[in-house]
């Protein structure tokens, strides 16, 4: 595996800043680079310059993904430079590495069932699972359930307890997946096909919602996400991301509790400062790791990102050394102002790179 600070031997010849690469949007449109988006990188490993990749993509485990990218850029990539969506999701194994976790999202649920074992979780329970099992938990599956039936695992014996709902990418079974989020969030402490006794109780807190349902966490808050989707005037279009998936159970939520109790859950990704302090650590440590105990901190280090609330937002909240800069190849639009000012709009990840090497000095 390649990790291009090993090269400097030499304290005093540290690279006082690091890059940190969003990808859709920078690096990728879809399955194809972007331009410079290679020479980017290797121009990067050739100096010596410390760089992660943080990405509110994921679905596939760590290694998987850092070759698939490396393929697509034709480089060579090492995986710990890779932060994915739900890698922070690591930090939740010492609580619920035993539990009964239901995993949504990913490229196929067998896949993600891989992953978040990969992670540790013992006790994965995936919708195509629950699908499965009975098949009209979800009465329009005229669709998918070939599909889930052909991924589904048997459930445990007995009546089924679920302690996390964890959402690991976009869910590809909207309908289904909403149904089985919205039936355990009622549920009475998680167990499959009941209904919570303090639901809707208006001298409990929250109105009784939520009080003793399984907890429930996202990855990703990306509403939309640069493909190679373009619209009929050959303009790039963007598609849904997790965080249309979470606004669509927020809006069935406010239904179900006539708007008395707002859906309470986790998020990790990109903007959120839990992603930027797993990146940060990430950096500091491999410094350490590469150089020595005594090597000093990276000074500053550059985020480019093509959304303003994503990477753009979480580096210019991040309270310690990080920069951003806001590239116009994905979801930012050339011209328009960002919603978010980020430290130097430019046109590519180019002339990003020549914008924080003049800036370094
Ligand atoms: O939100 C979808 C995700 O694939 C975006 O990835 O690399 O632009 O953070 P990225």
Request: with cysteine; glycine share 8%; hydrophobic share 40%.
């Amino acid at each position: 595996e390649y990790w291009p600070t090993k090269v400097r031997a030499n304290p005093t010849q540290l690279s006082s800043f690091a890059v940190s690469f969003d990808i859709d949007g920078v690096l990728l449109q879809g399955k194809h680079c972007l331009p410079n988006a290679s020479e980017s990188i290797t121009l990067l490993q050739r100096l010596a310059v410390p760089f992660i990749f943080l990405t509110n993509g994921g679905g596939m485990s760590e290694k998987a993904h850092t070759q698939r990218l490396a393929n697509r850029l034709s480089v060579c990539l090492d995986t710990r430079q890779f932060i994915q969506s739900h890698t922070p999701f690591l930090d939740l194994i010492p609580r619920l590495q035993e539990k009964n976790v239901l995993v949504l999202g990913g490229e196929q649920s067998n896949n993600i069932r891989e992953v978040a074992e990969g992670y540790g979780f013992k006790n994965v329970i995936t919708a195509s699972d629950l699908a499965a099992a009975n098949p009209s938990i979800f009465p329009f599956s005229e669709i998918s359930q070939e599909h889930h039936n052909k991924l589904a695992k048997p459930l445990p014996a007995g009546p089924l307890v679920i302690d996390a709902i964890t959402v690991w990418s976009s869910p590809r079974d909207w309908g289904l997946d909403l149904q089985l989020c919205r039936d355990l969030l009622l549920s009475d402490g998680g167990l499959l096909g009941s209904i919570s006794k303090t639901a809707g109780d208006a001298t409990l807190h929250n109105h009784g919602f939520q009080s003793d349902t399984p907890e429930l966490f996202f990855c990703n808050p990306d509403h939309l996400w640069p493909t190679d989707y373009k619209g009929a005037d050959g303009q790039p279009q963007l598609r849904f991301a997790q965080g249309a998936f979470k606004a669509a159970l927020e809006g069935i939520w406010s239904v179900e509790t006539n708007g008395k109790a707002p859906l309470i859950s986790r998020t990790v990704g990109k903007p959120e400062h839990e992603t930027f302090a797993y990146a940060n650590n990430k950096l500091q440590a491999y410094q350490k790791v590469f150089h020595g105990a005594g090597a000093p901190d990276i000074g500053s280090i550059w985020m480019f990102d093509d959304n303003p609330a994503s990477g753009i937002l979480g580096a210019n909240r991040y309270e310690r050394g990080w920069k951003s800069v806001l590239l116009e190849t994905g979801v930012h639009v050339a011209g328009t102002v960002p919603s978010v000012q980020p430290t130097s709009i430019q046109r590519d990840v180019k002339t990003a790179m020549g914008y924080a090497f003049q800036q370094e000095g």
